[in-house]
């Protein structure tokens, strides 16, 4: 490039690289964009050549140059520095991409710390994403938001080509719904779809949203999770993705078992089995065990479910993750509490409200409580019936969930009539009031029992 003439044919060719040449010596001179706006072009116009975006005249590019002091017959030499500093910074990105892909988070900030950008340089969004992710991995989740918030800052000067904005609303949705507050998890997941861009190297991203925004919904009976289950389906068929396949197949299975449609949820189920054995993804594989052993214990085929819950317990390996482990107790003691085999459904409850409140799991927990509770009241221990209820209610009262609230208020209620009128009555008007409310926000099932 430094033997190239520096005509008007090669400033359009190169007028990306060169606006971001002009913005970073700009910068590194202290002058603002006001300091460049002489009348010949607005800063909006100024703002738009540093970022590379729209259509511009190479003598109004050139006029740039000169403001900053860049003389044409150097900048083949700038841009070939540039070029080369360019490789090494996404070099080292690339690498800490992978490393993150294979969990490796503190191998990927060590890798990262080798990246040397300030805030305006249009990698540094990027950057601050993929410390987002290590400090995710890692569990370190307000640091990781405060990265993702800063990558969402630094992205506004950034020409919006790889959808990075919807990456970065992405993880926040996740670190929100990891501290079991969906609601907000919901508001990230609805402003990444917004700040979708077809086009980009990214595209993956979006059906991942509303993938996400199908699981946050079902966690929380919400209406607008159905819609985006068939938003999924629509990209369905376009992304390779082992992973969004897999969960689509868990979601669809446990949207249609809900909607009493078990043959549809029986195909799905078992749809998403076999591609997880196949790709040998073992927790994926538990997952569906236990979907399955979900639908036939609603079509009330109790033995044939137990056996599924069962073998989701035996089996062993290290990726099989607490969430389902937890998942595979509570839905063994529910289906013992439909056998009324008391005792077991108390013991196999308990430990999946131990694995809940480990693996910060807010919903499990409300269930565990709330059939803990059942269990008590059928075995005539009405004071510790009381508490599990009271505790269950607290828990979905912190975390805004209404429906499960208004449930809690249900049982309450039950346990109090024909004991304590004034306290029958108070359960009962909280519950009526969370109805109107649910009505109002549109939950899509009567979901009122486990299965």
């Known amino acids: 490039m430094k033997t190239c003439i520096v005509d008007s044919d090669f400033i359009v060719a190169h007028h990306i690289e060169i606006g971001r040449l002009i913005r970073k010596v700009r910068i590194?001179?202290?002058?603002?964009?006001?300091?460049?706006?002489?009348?010949?072009?607005?800063?909006?116009?100024?703002?738009?050549?540093?970022?590379?975006?729209?259509?511009?005249?190479?003598?109004?590019?050139?006029?740039l140059l000169e403001k900053v002091g860049i003389q044409l017959e150097e900048l083949p030499y700038l841009l070939d520095q540039e070029k080369n500093h360019l490789k090494q910074v996404q070099f080292h990105l690339d690498v800490s991409e992978t490393l993150i892909s294979a969990i490796q988070y503190q191998e990927a900030l060590q890798e990262l710390e080798k990246?040397?950008?300030?805030?305006?340089?249009?990698?540094?969004?990027?950057?601050?994403?993929?410390?987002?992710?290590?400090?995710?991995?890692?569990?370190?989740?307000?640091?990781?938001?405060?990265q993702f918030q800063h990558a969402i800052r630094l992205s506004k000067d950034v020409s919006k080509t790889e959808?990075?904005?919807?990456?970065?609303?992405?993880?926040?949705?996740?670190?929100?719904?990891?501290q079991n507050d969906i609601e907000q998890a919901i508001e990230y997941t609805n402003q990444g779809i917004n700040a979708f861009t077809k086009g980009g190297?990214?595209?993956?991203?979006?059906?991942?949203?509303?993938l996400n925004k199908s699981v946050f919904c079902y966690k929380l009976n919400h209406a607008d999770g159905l819609g985006a289950l068939d938003k999924v389906a629509e990209f369905l068929d376009q992304t390779s993705n082992i992973d969004i396949k897999l969960r689509y197949y868990w979601l669809k299975a446990d949207q249609t078992r809900k909607a009493k449609q078990f043959e549809e949820a029986l195909k799905y189920a078992n749809k998403g089995l076999k591609l997880a054995q196949l790709n040998k993804l073992f927790n994926m594989i538990v997952e569906f065990w236990i979907c399955l052993g979900s639908i036939l214990a609603s079509m009330r085929n109790l033995e044939e479910a137990k056996m599924w819950f069962q073998i989701a317990l035996k089996f062993q390996h290290d990726d099989i993750e607490p969430r389902s482990k937890a998942s595979a107790n509570l839905r063994l003691g529910a289906l013992y509490s439909l056998q009324k085999v008391w005792e077991d459904a108390k013991s196999f409850l308990t430990t999946a409200q131990e694995m809940a409140i480990t693996s910060n799991d807010a919903p499990k927990h409300f269930w565990s409580l709330l059939l803990l509770g059942d269990v008590e009241?059928?075995?005539?221990?009405?004071?510790?019936?009381?508490?599990?209820?009271?505790?269950?209610?607290?828990?979905?009262?912190?975390?805004s969930f209404t429906k499960f609230e208004s449930m809690a208020w249900s049982r309450l209620a039950n346990a109090w009539e024909n004991v304590d009128s004034a306290k029958y009555q108070f359960c009962t008007s909280r519950y009526y009031e969370l109805q109107q409310t649910i009505s109002l926000k549109g939950d899509y099932y009567d979901d009122d029992e486990i299965f």
């Open 115 to 146: 990246v040397v950008i300030q805030d305006f340089h249009h990698q540094a969004p990027l950057l601050s994403f993929l410390r987002g992710k290590c400090m995710k991995g890692l569990g370190k989740l307000k640091q990781a938001l405060k």
């Open 28 to 63: 590194e001179k202290g002058m603002t964009l006001k300091d460049l706006d002489h009348g010949e072009a607005s800063i909006s116009t100024i703002s738009n050549i540093e970022r590379g975006t729209g259509q511009h005249t190479p003598d109004r590019i050139k006029s």
């Open 377 to 399: 009241i059928n075995t005539s221990n009405h004071s510790l019936a009381i508490q599990q209820y009271q505790h269950a209610q607290e828990l979905a009262n912190k975390f």
């Open 163 to 178: 959808s990075l904005e919807t990456s970065f609303y992405g993880e926040m949705a996740i670190c929100m719904y990891q």
């Open 201 to 210: 190297n990214r595209q993956d991203d979006i059906i991942k949203l509303y």
